[in-house]
């Protein structure tokens, strides 16, 4: 479980994907790897999520590719069964974290407050999203919360982009920063992997340039 997390440090960035056609897992796989980003977090808010994992992780075999919106342990069969390798949820729902340490994958639930954290905590988890990053107070919150829960490390995601990431990637306790910016949803609908690929460039050079 530790192994996916040092990735996602070395990643540093975690690339959160909507794909309405499981088609573009392919060529968006492919940018996301030579990018320098090889990661996504799939989300299951469409139904070409599953499929989309599976094309990724077989296609893409040095690929991180996981499942994200997973809000039931439904939702969690099926993502380890397209072959996701972490979970992350919006939200902080004990029975889904319960039912993902069961089935030994790692998860990260969206969590806000200290109260939500602690709770994970509790369950085991030495991760946690934070989310609405920047509409929950950003890293300031994030470092008013870690100074009391110093075992915890954080991945912030919502609202961040490629001019706020480098404030949250140089503070030590972010294991890395989930986002869409580099992964549009219009762009990948309009197929423009030219310049999807230049923003998933621009995030792996951001993450270079912060943590070397
Ligand atoms: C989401 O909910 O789509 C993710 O948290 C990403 O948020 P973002 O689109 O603000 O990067």
Redesign the pocket.
Known sequence: MDKIFDRFHAIGIIP?V?LDDAKDALPLGKVLCDGGLPCAEV?FRTSAAAEAIATMSKEFPEMLVGA??VLTTEQVDRAISAGAKFIVS?GFDPVVVKYCLEKNIPVTPGTQTASEMLAAMNLGLKVVKF????TSGGLASIKGIAAALTELKFMP?????AKNVRDYLAFDKIIAC????MVKKDLIKAGKWEELSALVKEAANIVKEIRG
Do not use: L, Q
């Open positions: 959160v909507v989300t994200g919106t919006p989310f609405p990053a920047e995601t919502g609202g961040i982009n989930g986002g869409s910016w």
